[in-house]
T-cell receptor, first 113, second 109 residues
Framework: DGGITQSPKYLFRKEGQNVTLSCEQN?????MYWYRQDPGQGLRLIYY???????QKGDIAEGYSVSREKKESFPLTVTSAQKNPTAFYLC????????????FGEGSRLTVL | EDKVVQSPLSLVVHEGDTVTLNCSYE??????LLWYKQEKKAPTFLFML????IEKKSGRLSSILDKKELFSILNITATQTGDSAIYLC?????????FGAGTRLTVKP
């Protein structure tokens, strides 16, 4: 089935460690996005990519990094520079040529101990 | 600066009430507006609105877009406890999209 797969679903990390969240899509979508969501809040854009080997900062990119080496994959690294990394992270993708609807993964919940 | 603003940010109602959620936008080259419902995990798609004045309906939910006044509303009639969620709107413009902060709706029995 086509869709977006995020892993891991739950992740615990010690302060000072980097962690990488995986996002893979087999929808052949051009654009991919990473959002952060804090409890009871909306979605805040971290990074997005519209084509392979290119990505742009969103509203809260500090302390995060991404890569887009393949169309299907858009991993997010939460670095030790991110001051408050505990949050729910959502990956999404969409096709510019289609309806424009955003398709979401199931999310990754990161807890920093 | 492009922005999407939702109001209210939080709303508490009782079962059976009707609610109206608002989403206003200021973006360049607007294309369409999307509504999502988010319960525990990933948001689920509700509506996509591209044309002004055409109401979209799905059961007790309906939505309409006003491209002149740059806003959309999401109506929920005869609310149920299962409607409790965060409702997100997003504007698609150029090749970008931007979410509002969301409205947290709580429906009490």
């Amino acid at each position: 089935d086509g869709g977006i797969t995020q892993s891991p679903k739950y992740l615990f990390r010690k302060e000072g460690q980097n962690v990488t969240l995986s996002c893979e899509q087999n929808l052949n979508h051009d654009a991919m996005y990473w959002y952060r969501q804090d409890p009871g809040q909306g979605l805040r854009l971290i990074y997005y990519s519209q084509i392979v080997n290119d990505f742009q900062k969103g509203d809260i990119a500090e302390g995060y990094s991404v890569s887009r080496e393949k169309k299907e994959s858009f991993p997010l690294t939460v670095t030790s520079a991110q001051k408050n990394p505990t949050a729910f992270y959502l990956c999404a993708s969409r096709d510019f040529g289609g309806t424009g609807e955003l398709f979401f993964g199931e999310g990754s919940r990161l807890t920093v101990l | 600066e492009d922005k999407v603003v939702q109001s209210p940010l939080s709303l508490v109602v009782h079962e059976g009430d009707t609610v109206t959620l608002n989403c206003s936008y200021e973006v360049t080259n607007f294309r369409s507006l999307l509504w999502y419902k988010q319960e525990k995990k990933a948001p689920t798609f509700l509506f996509m609105l591209t044309s002004s004045g055409i109401e979209k309906k799905s059961g007790r939910l309906s939505s309409i877009l006003d491209k002149k006044e740059l806003f959309s509303i999401l109506n929920i009639t005869a609310t149920q406890t299962g409607d409790s969620a965060i409702y997100l709107c997003a504007a698609i413009y150029n090749n970008d999209m931007r979410f509002g902060a969301g409205t947290r709706l709580t429906v009490k029995p």
